[in-house]
C-alpha cells in the first residue's frame, strides 16, 4: 500500500490500528540556501562564499528532514519519535530535490513501529536508516498551516560585489565635501581597503578635526575649498581633467552635487537623462534587485523613462547580466487610460520591441507584487519571463521609487548601494543613514563600472 497520495489538505495521522509492516510513503521537497545559511549562523561558520559547514551541521539538517517526513507524512501527526539510526552517505547541497521514503518495517510493540528510511536526491543517495516511533491510539488531525519563514540578515549579493571589485584597481575618488563623521569615515575606510584613492575637497582644518588629526590623512590629496557648492564644483572639474574617475558625496546637499555634475558649463553631462539607481540586498529575494529612479528624476516623461532603463540595463551588463529582466511598476497589472504611467509602461515595451531600448527584457505595467513573486503573477495569470523573476525595478516617478527603496531597508532589512548613471563618470551616492557597507558596497559598484568603461575603450 502506498500512503503518499494527498488526498486533503489536512494532515492526518494513523492510529497505531492503521500501521502495518509494509506502509509506505513519499514527500519530495528543495533545499534552499537559507537553510545552509541558518546552519551557519548556528554553527558559527565564517559568513563567506567558501565556508563549509561541519558534518554535524549537515547531519543536523537531514535530521531534521528525517523527523519532519514522520511528523507528518508516515505516521503523521500524534507520533512520538523515539530514536533515528540513520547512515549518513553525501552531504546536503543548496538546490537538491530530495526525495523521502519510508516503508514500515516492523511493529515490535502494539503501540510502536519501525520505519526504514531512504533520502535520495539526483545525486545520489544523501541518507538511510531506521526511525522509532510511537504511536497513538486515536487519530490525529491538523490543518497544514504555513511553516515559519525564517531570514537572516545576511547581505550575500552586496558581499559578492565587494569580492569582485577586489580584482579592479583601485578608483580615484572626488569626494565633494566629506565634512561629517560618516562621510569622511566611509571614504577613508575605502582607502584603507584599497578600494579607492580618495582626493578630499572641503576644509582643511575640518577634515583633520573629523578624522582625527592631520596625520590620520596622510597620503591622501586635499584640495582646500570653504563651500559645499565650490567642493561641487571642483569635484567635477577633477573628474573633467582627468585627474579623478568618480565623485563621491560628502555631506553636502543632493542637489548642491548634482548641479555641478549637470551643469552645462563644467559639467559633466553625457548623452542620456542622468539617472539613480540603488542596489538592493533584500534577505527574502534570491538576488540583487535594482530600483530606478529614486533620488534624481522627480517626474520622469516617456523619453526620460527609456533614459532611465537603459543607464541601468547597461550597467547591468556591466556587472555581467546580459539580459537583466525590467519590470516597470504601477499599481496594476494592465493599462489603464486613467494611469498614466501603465501608458508609459506600455508604450516602453513596445520601444523595447523596436529596438529603441536594448539588451533587456521589459515587461509593465506591472504590480509590485508581481514583479518579484511568481506565486502572485500565478493567481494573476500573468505569463511572463519577467514577473516574479525581475532584475530592474523601474518606478513610476522619484517619490514611488524612494519610498520603496526606503520600505526595502527598514522593513524587510535590506541593504543597499547607490550610484548616479548617465554622466560622464560613476557618482556615488550615499546617504547620512547609510551604514559603512552600503558606503563600501556603493564605491565597489563605481569601481566595476569605471573597470568596465576602461574595457569598453581599449582597442
Given amino acids: 500500500m502506498d500512503s503518499s497520495g494527498e488526498s486533503s489538505d489536512l494532515l492526518t495521522g494513523l492510529t497505531r490500528d492503521e500501521v502495518f509492516v509494509g ?14 545559511d541558518l546552519l ?138 566629506p565634512c561629517d563623521h560618516d562621510s569622511l569615515l566611509g571614504a577613508l575606510e575605502a582607502r584603507r581597503n584599497g578600494a579607492l584613492r580618495p582626493i578630499l575637497i572641503g576644509p582643511r582644518d575640518v ?27 571642483a569635484a567635477a572639474a577633477l573628474c573633467r581633467d582627468g585627474r579623478a574617475d568618480a565623485v563621491m558625496k560628502g555631506s553636502l546637499h543632493t542637489d548642491e552635487l548634482m548641479a555641478a555634475v549637470v551643469a552645462r558649463e563644467g559639467g559633466l553631462r553625457g548623452t542620456r537623462r542622468i539617472s539613480h539607481v540603488f542596489a538592493m540586498d533584500v534577505p527574502s529575494y534570491p538576488k540583487p534587485l535594482f530600483i530606478t529612479d529614486a533620488a534624481i528624476n522627480i517626474a520622469p516623461d516617456l523619453a526620460t523613462k527609456a533614459d532611465i532603463i537603459q543607464n541601468a540595463v547597461d550597467m547591468l551588463h556591466a556587472l555581467g547580466n546580459p539580459a537583466p529582466k525590467v519590470a516597470i511598476l504601477s499599481a496594476v497589472e494592465t493599462v489603464n487610460s486613467k494611469i498614466p504611467g501603465t501608458l508609459d509602461a506600455a508604450a516602453l515595451c513596445k520601444m523595447a520591441d523596436r529596438g529603441q531600448i536594448l539588451g533587456a ?11 518579484i513573486s511568481r506565486a502572485a503573477a500565478a493567481i494573476k495569470k500573468i ?41 560622464r563618470v560613476p557618482v556615488i551616492l550615499t546617504s547620512r543613514a547609510d551604514s559603512v557597507t552600503s558606503r563600501l558596497a556603493s564605491v565597489a559598484l563605481a569601481r566595476l563600472l569605471a573597470a568596465a568603461a576602461r574595457r569598453a575603450t581599449q582597442p
Fill in 40 to 177: 551557519a549562523a548556528l554553527f558559527g561558520v565564517p559568513d563567506d562564499n567558501g565556508a563549509v559547514l561541519p558534518d554535524a551541521a549537515n547531519a543536523l539538517l537531514v535530521q531534521g528532514i528525517v523527523c519532519d517526513f514522520a511528523a507528518r507524512r508516515l505516521p503523521g501527526p500524534g507520533c512520538d519519535i523515539l530514536g533515528e539510526e540513520l547512515r549518513f552517505l553525501l552531504d546536503p547541497q543548496p538546490g537538491d530535490r530530495l526525495v523521502v521514503t519510508g516503508t514500515v518495517t516492523a511493529r515490535p510493540a502494539t503501540d510502536t513501529a519501525a520505519i526504514g528510511i531512504v533520502v535520495e536526491a539526483e545525486r545520489g543517495r544523501l541518507a538511510e536508516g531506521v526511525v522509532t516511533v510511537r504511536l497513538p491510539v486515536e487519530r490525529v488531525v491538523l490543518p497544514p498551516g504555513a511553516r515559519p519563514d525564517i531570514i537572516l540578515h545576511r547581505h550575500h549579493h552586496l558581499e559578492r560585489l565587494l569580492a569582485r571589485s577586489t580584482a579592479a584597481p583601485p578608483l580615484a575618488v572626488a569626494v565633494a565635501w
Fill in 361 to 371: 527584457v521589459l515587461d509593465g505595467p506591472l504590480a509590485f507584487d508581481n514583479a
Fill in 207 to 233: 577634515l583633520a578635526s573629523l578624522a582625527g588629526g592631520a596625520g590620520a590623512l596622510e597620503g591622501c590629496e586635499i584640495v582646500a575649498t570653504e563651500t559645499p557648492r565650490a567642493a561641487a564644483a
Fill in 23 to 36: 506502509l509506505t510513503a513519499r514527500s519530495e521537497q528543495a533545499l534552499q540556501q537559507r537553510a545552509f
Fill in 383 to 423: 505569463a511572463s519571463p519577467v514577473a516574479g523573476d525581475a532584475d530592474i525595478l523601474v518606478a513610476p516617478d522619484l517619490e514611488a521609487g524612494n519610498m520603496l527603496a526606503k520600505q526595502l531597508s527598514y522593513l524587510a532589512h535590506a541593504d543597499s548601494a547607490g550610484i548616479v548613471l548617465g554622466a
